[in-house]
């Protein structure tokens, strides 16, 4: 079992920058792929950003490429994700998932392992 907790949401102006970051706890010394989603309200959760245990497959959504980052630090066992350049269209939940993956993947079946979640809200 792994155990994801995230934190960093909060409120943010359009433009800014916030960086997300998600611990894990429990079976961790397992190479999994880490990744963030975010749900909107009233719409389905989507896939963010993906990096795999060395940092060498990564992958984004269209919707994030060259705004968010997405960065792994094992030694302590978190992964972090770079926000900038803010949009009101980001404003959702963010979660933090593990799967059990090489490569980074952007299915969200693939994912074994969730966090509760934490709110960015993003306003004009």
């Known amino acids: 079992q792994v155990q994801l907790v995230e934190s960093g949401g909060g409120l943010a102006q359009a433009g800014a920058s916030l960086r997300l970051s998600c611990a894990a706890s429990?079976?961790?010394?397992?190479?999994?792929?880490m990744g963030w989603f975010r749900q909107a309200p009233g719409k389905e959760r989507e896939f963010v950003a993906a990096?795999?245990?060395?940092?060498?497959?990564?992958a984004y959504a269209d919707s994030v490429k060259d705004r968010f980052t997405i960065v792994r630090d094992n030694a302590k066992n978190t992964v972090y994700l770079e926000m900038k350049s803010l949009k009101p269209d980001d404003t959702a939940v963010y979660y933090c998932?593990?799967?059990?993956?090489?490569?980074?993947?952007?299915?969200?079946?693939?994912?074994?392992?969730w966090g509760q979640g934490t709110q960015v809200t993003v306003s004009l």
């Open positions: 990096i795999n245990w060395s940092g060498g497959s990564l």
């Open positions: 998932a593990a799967a059990n993956s090489g490569v980074a993947v952007m299915k969200m079946n693939r994912y074994v392992y």
């Open positions: 429990g079976r961790t010394q397992t190479t999994y792929t």
